[in-house]
């Protein structure tokens, strides 16, 4: 069973370290040299510059048992994540309400790295151990985008970053694009000749109007979350920045969703006299993985072993599951028991953190 307190206060650790998106150089050098203290054969993977100032981590346990899977987590977080401090109340970690927490997803990392612990104590055979820890996860995925794959040798992996109960398995998982659109209209005096101007807003709002947003089905969603522009009151607005995106279960739906949006964005522009540019993106794809997969069975076992109900399920975010399912790497999404994750409410309660760390352990050790 994990040593709770050594998990616990590893897991405080990290969550102080400021790694906001971007930012990750002193958390990825902290668990470099963490790992490698642990035996590990660590590869720290330049990214873009653009993408961090921080790297990417591949890390290797050889094991004994013939098997081999990868694990991996990201180190970044969203805002607000300077100068966390966590509170434990009634076994419960929260930060003091100024931040969020930081559990997405440093509860991931903590209960892998406490499970390679216990393993080492207890002079456990195990399967071969890769990791894959990225940077710059929130808001688009960029660290596993960029993961040089070439290190990777297992044919399977689990990502730990997700919510739920312990036992949540995360089979399928959205594809989402993204939709960047400029509308230039025609400025003009607003009080003195506003008929003469072509207002870019006035374009956008007919075009939402008409546009299917939100919940589209039960595997579709859609929504405008960036809108900027205008000068002054007293000129017809004349251009205007929006950025949205559409998500799927399904990639026909989602490029359904996609034409349907880039279309009427462009026949209220010619309605309306103005001119629009759209830059369409895929940001990520979708990933659907039967139930009956044995990476699936290997875990749903360990939960079992351990007395957690096992529960396959579809969510409607992404996550770096998607980006290696699309590389070509079997990867599911597992809970750690994280909870109202980017808000200052975040929280996890720390039986839930043991919990998924003796799975882990469990499912490492298990031939």
Known sequence: MANQQRLVDHFCQLIRIDSESKNEKEIAETLSTQLKELGFDVKELAVPAEVSNGFNIYA???GKLEESIVLSCHMDTVTPGIGIEPIIEDGIISSKGN?????DDKSGIAAIMEAVRQIQEQNLEHKTIELAFTVYEEGGLFGSLNYDMSHIQADKAIVLDS????GTIITVAPGQQKLTVDITGKPAHAGL???EGINALTVAADAIMQMKLGRIDEETTS???IVQGGQATNIVMPELHLVAEARSLDDDKLSAQVAHMVEVFEHTAEKHGA????ESERSYDAYKIADEHPLVLSLSKAFLEQGFEPQTKPTGGGSDANNFNSKGLTTVNVSTGMAKVHTTEEFIAI?????ISDVLTTYLTTK
């Open 99 to 103: 931040t969020i927490l930081g559990g």
């Open 275 to 278: 001119t629009i540019n759209i």
């Open 223 to 225: 929504n405008i979350g």
């Open 351 to 355: 039986k839930d953190m043991v919990a």
């Open 193 to 195: 000749a506003p008929e």
């Open 60 to 62: 290797r346990l050889d």
């Open 163 to 166: 919510g739920g109960p312990i």
